[in-house]
């Protein structure tokens, strides 16, 4: 997504011994342990640290834990059980309305200095199954699709041809994580006001080529630091970091930041059960800062 994203978790905690059958030590274990130490430390394309998510890492990002982000509804949690989840997903959508109702299209988020910005070393994203999806950027495109008048197919040198934005702003990962970058790409609304895009339409579909999907609120789209991303740090990007394209939004945070885009679709209606990867399992749909 993601960051994100597309996005980091915690997962080192050590359990007591049950006795002392297990002071002595396992070779197999500690082979295991050392091949687990190794997967934790791989590196991506460029150096970058990835992050490897294991599946008890990712069961725990339920939407327990996101509550911390609509602290109004932590009463949900300790509900009786059967008006729980109810009463959770009241939470999280009255968190959607009042992100949506504080959001400012014309409010920027913070920019920094070009001394401010972590090396592209050091900025991480997360393993998943594979880094990165194959595809031939010779022959990628962009399939635009809904309420359009010109859909179809669009290259990498077209989206290109649109006037770049650089920026420096902060990744803000749900999983507790921040890093300040740079990202260069064409504005996501200069992008849909040349294919010419509804721009009255409430949503924007993302689907993926490793399969990940999104949904955005247009006012977001439609923010001026909201990207169609081709760059980080002057370079093409990464495949670890969403090559051939992503989408790149200061305002929101990691997981809602799609990579590798395949399908964009401006609609005023949803997919069912496509709302978003992570959101389909219980996270905040809106996603903002």
Same mark, same amino acid.
């Given at each position: 997504?993601?960051?994100?994203?597309?996005?980091?978790?915690?997962?080192?905690?050590?359990?007591?011994?049950?006795?002392?059958?297990?002071?002595?030590?396992?070779?197999?274990?500690?082979?295991?342990?050392?091949?687990?130490?190794?997967? +934790?430390? *791989?590196?991506?394309?460029?150096?970058?640290?990835?992050?490897?998510?294991?599946?008890?890492?990712?069961?725990?990002?339920?939407?327990?834990?996101?509550?911390? $982000? &609509?602290?109004?509804?932590?009463?949900? =949690?300790?509900?009786? %059980?059967?008006?729980?989840?109810?009463?959770?997903?009241?939470?999280?959508?009255?968190?959607?309305?009042?992100?949506?109702?504080?959001?400012? +299209?014309?409010?920027?988020?913070?920019?920094?200095?070009?001394?401010?910005?972590?090396?592209?070393?050091?900025?991480?994203?997360?393993?998943?199954?594979?880094?990165?999806?194959?595809?031939?950027? =010779?022959?990628?495109?962009?399939?635009?699709?809904?309420?359009?008048? *010109?859909?179809?197919?669009?290259?990498?040198?077209?989206?290109?041809? @649109?006037?770049?934005?650089?920026?420096?702003?902060?990744?803000?990962?749900?999983?507790?994580?921040?890093?300040?970058?740079?990202?260069?790409?064409?504005?996501?609304?200069?992008? @849909? *006001? =040349? &294919?010419?895009?509804?721009?009255?339409?409430?949503?924007?579909?993302?689907?993926?080529?490793?399969?990940?999907?999104?949904?955005?609120?247009?006012?977001?789209?439609?923010?001026?630091?909201?990207?169609?991303?081709?760059?980080?740090?002057?370079?093409?990007?990464?495949?670890?970091?969403?090559?051939? $394209?992503?989408?790149?939004? %200061?305002?929101?945070?990691? /997981?809602?930041?799609?990579?590798?885009?395949?399908?964009?679709?401006?609609?005023?209606?949803?997919?069912?059960?496509? *709302?978003? /990867?992570?959101?389909?399992?219980?996270?905040?749909?809106?996603?903002?800062?």
């Amino acid at each position: 997504m993601s960051d994100e994203p597309q996005s980091s978790r915690p997962g080192n905690e050590s359990h007591p011994t049950d006795g002392p059958e297990h002071a002595e030590c396992d070779p197999l274990q500690d082979s295991k342990a050392e091949a687990a130490m190794v997967a +934790r430390e *791989r590196f991506g394309p460029a150096g970058e640290p990835v992050r490897d998510v294991s599946d008890p890492e990712r069961k725990r990002m339920n939407r327990r834990e996101l509550l911390k $982000l &609509v602290p109004v509804v932590a009463l949900g =949690a300790f509900a009786v %059980p059967k008006f729980q989840q109810g009463l959770l997903d009241r939470g999280l959508e009255f968190g959607d309305w009042a992100s949506a109702k504080l959001f400012g +299209r014309h409010r920027l988020a913070e920019t920094f200095r070009n001394n401010d910005v972590a090396p592209l070393s050091r900025f991480p994203y997360n393993y998943y199954d594979v880094v990165a999806p194959e595809f031939d950027p =010779a022959t990628w495109t962009l399939t635009v699709a809904g309420l359009v008048q *010109r859909p179809g197919e669009y290259n990498l040198e077209q989206i290109t041809a @649109l006037p770049k934005v650089v920026q420096n702003t902060r990744h803000v990962c749900v999983e507790g994580w921040d890093v300040i970058g740079n990202f260069g790409g064409t504005r996501a609304s200069d992008f @849909l *006001r =040349a &294919v010419g895009a509804d721009l009255t339409a409430r949503f924007l579909e993302v689907e993926c080529l490793d399969e990940y999907y999104e949904s955005i609120d247009m006012a977001t789209v439609l923010h001026p630091q909201t990207l169609f991303c081709y760059e980080m740090y002057g370079e093409p990007l990464a495949p670890g970091h969403g090559a051939p $394209l992503r989408l790149q939004m %200061p305002t929101k945070l990691g /997981y809602k930041q799609a990579k590798y885009l395949d399908t964009i679709r401006v609609t005023n209606v949803l997919k069912g059960g496509m *709302r978003g /990867y992570w959101e389909d399992q219980g996270y905040d749909w809106y996603g903002g800062l």
